[in-house]
């Protein structure tokens, strides 16, 4: 009846352990012991914790930023030029061993390469000056496939889809096969080009992807086209659209 408690206060170290975690706020529970023993707080680390929990200061997890609009398989085929662009990144190396990487842009339902731009280093904003210059030629496209990699998933990349009114569509991590238009290209890419030639600098890869890029879609010949090539294909689209219109127009 008599017992009177002498357990210290926890408010000093509920404060300190307040302020720091304010000030510092990815410092974990164990980080703060090591500051606490620094500026003189001797109290065990089981109570510095029980405090700290107590005052609710856990790091919380940081949640990857989803920007994507469809996420997994695509299940829609392209049956229009447009309908659907994939991209992705390919890596290769010059003679003296330094790395580069290739952003191919294709259009999945005519097959056409539309671009092969080739640089030490892509950022999103980059990516989004390549994807306008395309549009400049032959518009915007409904979706976009693409992987989820730093790039893809940046903010100036769901900007550019937001403001331009396309759809981004990232694949499941870790299963290639959902952009399997893209990486069926890149192996042609590989075997057919970047394997044939010693690169002697990032000059020398621009000429080469120019040239190589001009073969693929000009007089490369498709199977899956019925032996023709990619800009063969395009142009069927753009006979019957015209065929469409002049039909129209004689039955108006």
Request: hydrophobic residues 35%.
């Amino acid at each position: 009846m008599h017992y009177a408690s002498r357990r210290p206060s926890d408010e000093p170290l509920r404060s300190w352990l307040i302020e720091r975690a304010e000030h510092h706020r990815r410092y974990g529970q164990r980080r703060l012991v090591v500051l606490a023993r620094r500026d003189g707080f001797l109290d065990n680390h089981k109570r510095i914790e029980r405090i700290y929990r107590a005052a609710a200061l856990q790091v919380r997890k940081r949640v990857r930023r989803k920007l994507a609009l469809g996420r997994g398989p695509v299940d829609e085929r392209a049956l229009l030029p447009n309908d659907r662009w994939s991209l992705d990144f390919v890596h290769d190396r010059l003679q003296t061993n330094r790395r580069f990487r290739i952003l191919g842009v294709g259009d999945d339902c005519t097959r056409e390469n539309l671009a092969l731009e080739a640089d030490f280093a892509f950022s999103g904003a980059r990516m989004t000056r390549v994807l306008d210059a395309i549009a400049e030629l032959r518009g915007f496209p409904k979706t976009i496939v693409l992987d989820n990699g730093p790039e893809m998933c940046s903010l100036a990349m769901l900007r550019w889809a937001a403001d331009r009114g396309v759809r981004l569509h990232h694949i499941a991590p870790g299963k290639p096969v959902q952009n399997a238009f893209c990486e069926s290209f890149n192996g042609r890419l590989r075997d057919e080009c970047l394997n044939e030639y010693d690169f002697t600098s990032l000059a020398h890869v621009h000429e080469v992807l120019g040239e190589w890029r001009e073969r693929y879609n000009r007089e490369r010949p498709h199977k899956a086209l019925g032996w023709q090539t990619a800009e063969e294909f395009a142009n069927t689209f753009s006979t019957t659209s015209t065929t469409k219109t002049l039909h129209l127009s004689s039955v108006a």
